[in-house]
């Protein structure tokens, strides 16, 4: 285990629900990231925090919104998907928000949107 | 774009073979990463080499950079059922963010 976790593993979701995903990590790490990979594409950066701080959003629809309330926890807060959404969204983290910094993996949320 | 491109996208080797990706990338880095991943799981980092750096190794990883070339090389000897998975390598090239590839696809059979 990499110390990130995300919950749920598997979601489900009509193009009209709300639902929200959740990121922990129990590293004492001071950045947090959002990633979505989709099947054949590079992985994508969706969003970065630094000590609770929105620091980049990589032109992420407004149907998808971010929360960090403390350093330790992240959310995405998801409404309205399409079904191009639908993928493995993978939370991450790392010590310092330098770029240079090994980042630390959750298992990730497959996301269905039907 | 600028992210780091693996070459090949997928490769087949029997246990026992080593197995070499490459990847590529466009501007000047800081540091190059290399990244595993199994089927639907998350990343999990490999080995990471400065761009002062020319070879690393840990364990059987052996990775090469070549700053000229703006290219590096995953080597795994002796290779394993247990080492099919996807090989990302990721760069710092946009400034803010790591940048990963589309990844290489590495399948050992027994």
């Known amino acids: 285990e990499t110390g990130v976790t995300q919950t749920p593993r598997h979601l489900v979701m009509g193009m009209t629900n709300k639902k929200s995903l959740k990121c922990e990590q129990h590293?004492?790490?001071?950045?947090m990231y959002w990633y979505k990979q989709s099947a054949k594409k590079p992985l994508e950066l969706m969003f970065v925090y630094n000590f609770k701080e929105q620091t980049e959003n990589n032109s992420v629809p407004s149907r998808f919104s971010p929360e960090c309330p403390n350093s330790s926890h992240l959310f995405l807060h998801l409404h309205t998907l399409q079904p191009e959404d639908s993928a493995l969204y993978l939370c991450a983290s790392s010590q310092d928000p330098g770029i240079t910094d090994t980042q630390y993996f959750g298992p990730g949320t497959r996301l269905t949107v039907l | 774009s600028q992210q780091g491109e693996e070459d090949p996208q997928a490769l087949s080797i029997q246990e026992g073979e080593n197995a070499t990706m490459n990847c590529s990338y466009k501007?000047?880095?800081?540091?190059l990463q290399w990244y595993r991943q199994n089927s639907g799981r998350g990343l999990v980092h490999l080995i990471l080499?400065?761009?002062?750096?020319r070879e690393k190794h840990s364990g059987r990883l052996r990775v090469t950079l070549d700053t000229s070339k703006k290219s590096s090389s995953l080597l795994i000897t002796a290779s394993r059922a247990a080492d099919t998975a996807s090989y990302f390598c990721a760069t710092d090239q946009a400034g803010t963010a790591l940048i990963f590839g589309k990844g290489t696809t590495l399948s050992v059979s027994s």
């Open positions: 590293l004492g790490h001071n950045a």
């Open positions: 080499i400065r761009s002062n750096e």
């Open positions: 501007t000047s880095i800081n540091n």
